[in-house]
Nanobody
Framework: QVQLVESGGGLVQAGGSLRLSCAAS????????MRWYRQAPGKQREMVAG???????NYADSVKGRFTISRDNAKNTVYLQMNALKPEDTAVYYC???????????WGQGTQVTVSL
């Protein structure tokens, strides 16, 4: 029973930085992929970054060079470092866990990120 709790969202000015955290609890061992998604008002939810158990990463084109996803497997925590934030980054950010061997996807509750001009 994997559970995810996101934190670190808030209000920041354009050009600023923010770091999101996603702490996982439960039986999270084994091969898995952690991803960050975001959903802005009136927009589709989109994947912004992903990281595998082995540390391979991928990013949406819109955040490449500005966002960095990382994970601390000992702490069962994934992070999203967001730099050079833009107003268009404003959204609710969600953490998602996926385990292929367990056929399990789990979403966090989301954390609001607001970037002002």
């Amino acid at each position: 029973q994997v559970q995810l709790v996101e934190s670190g969202g808030g209000l920041v000015q354009a050009g600023g930085s923010l770091r999101l955290s996603c702490a996982a609890s439960g039986s999270t061992f084994g091969i898995n992929i952690m991803r960050w998604y975001r959903q802005a008002p009136g927009k589709q939810r989109e994947m912004v970054a992903g990281i595998t158990s082995g540390g391979s990463t991928n990013y949406a084109d819109s955040v490449k060079g500005r966002f960095t996803i990382s994970r601390d497997n000992a702490k069962n925590t994934v992070y999203l470092q967001m730099n050079a934030l833009k107003p268009e980054d404003t959204a609710v950010y969600y953490c998602k866990y996926y385990s292929g061997r367990n056929n399990l996807s789990v979403w966090g509750q989301g954390t609001q990120v607001t970037v002002s001009l």
